[in-house]
């Protein structure tokens, strides 16, 4: 069995970018899996992912207000084919990431997390794996927009790619 996963977050769709890239949607819609690591900002954007995912598994950002809240948790678990995700908007500073992290997720193979917009993919001391797509929208300090792909094949989490997103001249 193989899962293709797209993970995203910090997309802040209206405030910080109009819309989604279509690379993004396309990724999106090719997925058997979207996560969604939190500020959405607007509802509609909530909606849009609802209706081009095939599952969607979300949670809601410290920018994302009262109606995103009420729809969304603040963190998600499931379990694909073996592979136990978690996902939370924001884990705290860099330093010690890792073993905090394992503290409060200990069931966990792999955390989704955004909040900073800095890419991140490391392994904790225990194998627990922490990814953050970054922004696709919203690059703050670094060179490009990003989101991540991977895949989940025969129980383990597989072919984790960081992808740029490509802007038109």
Known sequence: MSLRLVLVADTHV????????????????????????????????????ERRSRRLIGVYG????????????????????????????????????????????????????????IPWDTVAPGGMRLLNPGSPTDRRRQPMCTYMTAAVVNGRLDDVQLVEVVTSP
Do not use: Y
């Open 14 to 49: 209206p405030k910080r970018a109009r819309a989604l890239p279509e690379q993004v949607w396309a990724a999106v819609e090719d997925a058997d899996v979207v996560f969604h690591a939190g500020d959405w900002v607007g509802a509609r954007l909530l909606d849009e992912f």
């Open 62 to 117: 410290n920018n994302d207000g009262d109606e995103l809240r009420q729809r969304l948790p603040e963190t998600a678990s499931v379990t694909l084919d073996g592979v136990r995700f978690s996902m939370i908007h924001e884990t705290g500073q860099a330093k010690g990431r890792e073993q905090r992290c394992e503290a409060l997720f200990p069931d966990v193979d792999v955390l989704v997390f955004g909040h900073s917009h």
